[in-house]
C-alpha cells in the first residue's frame, strides 16, 4: 500500500535528459518547463558515447542556465579523447554557467561488454577524471554507481574500491543505474555506509514507457527484471492509457518503498517525456502550485 501522505518532508528530485534534435526541439523544451515546477535539485544532460553529442549537450545547458531558474549539470566521459580535448569540454561547459559535472567513464566504443582501451593521452577511468576536473575548478562532482554489479567488475567488492577512488578524488554524489529490485540498491549502501566511504548514493529510478525497450536495455547493462514486473505489463502494449497508470503505479511503489527506508532524493531517467516523472512527484506532493495568501 502506498502511503506517501505519512511523510513526504525533505525529499528532493533530480531529473536526466539527453540532448534533442532539431525535430524534437519543442517537445524537449515544453518538457522542460513541465518539469521545472517541480523545483528539482538539479537537472542533468548526457553526453553521447564519445562526445558525439558534445555540441547539442553544451547548447542544452548554456540554454537550461541562462532560460530557466534550474540547476544544470553536465555529463562528461573520457572515451576516445585526449586529456587536453576533455578539459577544453569542462572549460565551456563551465563558461555556459555549469557548475556541475556528471563524471562517466563511458562505454567502450563496441559496446558494453567489450574491452575498454584508455585514449593514450586521455584520462584512465572515472577517478582519474574527476580528479582532473576538480583540478579544473570549484566544480560539484557526481559519479555513477552500479546496485547489481558493473558489466566489467568481477565483484561488487570492484566496484566498491572504484567508487571509494572515486570519493576520495573529489566526487560528493554517486547516481545509480536504474534498477527494480530495491534490496540491490539497499544492499549497495550499506556496503558503502560500512566501508566508510564518505558519498551520497542516489537512486536512479527508470519509468517504464515500454516494457520490451526496458527489458532489452536491462539485458544489455546486467539489470534484473523480476517476473512479477512482465507479468503487471503482460498484453498491454495496444493499451497505452493502462500502460502509463501501471507504470506510473509501479515506480510510486518502487520510490516509496525505497523512502521508508530512509532515502530523501530520487533521479528519474526522463527519456526526455514529463508525463510519467510529473505525476510520480505529484505523488510525492511536489509541483503543486501555491496560492497567493
Known sequence: ???FAEDVSGITVSFEFFPPKGDAQESFWSTIAKLETVNPSFVSVTYGAGGTTRDRTLETVRRIASETALRPAAHLTCVGASKAEVNAAVNDFAAAGVRHIVALRGDPPGGVGTRFTPHPDGYRNAADLVRGIRQL?????SVSAYPERHPESVSIE???????DKAEHGATRAISQFFFHNPFFLRLRDRIAARGIDIELVP?????TSFARVSEFAAKCGAHVPPALATRFAGLDDEPETRKLVAAMVAAEQVDALRREGVKHFHFYTLNRADLVYAICR???????KKAA
Open 158 to 164: 570492484e566496484d566498491l574500491a572504484f567508487m571509494a
Open 137 to 141: 575548478g570549484d566544480f560539484e562532482v
Open 283 to 289: 505523488v510525492l506532493g511536489l509541483g503543486a502550485e
Open 1 to 3: 500500500m502506498i502511503a
Open 204 to 208: 536512479g529510478i527508470l519509468p517504464i
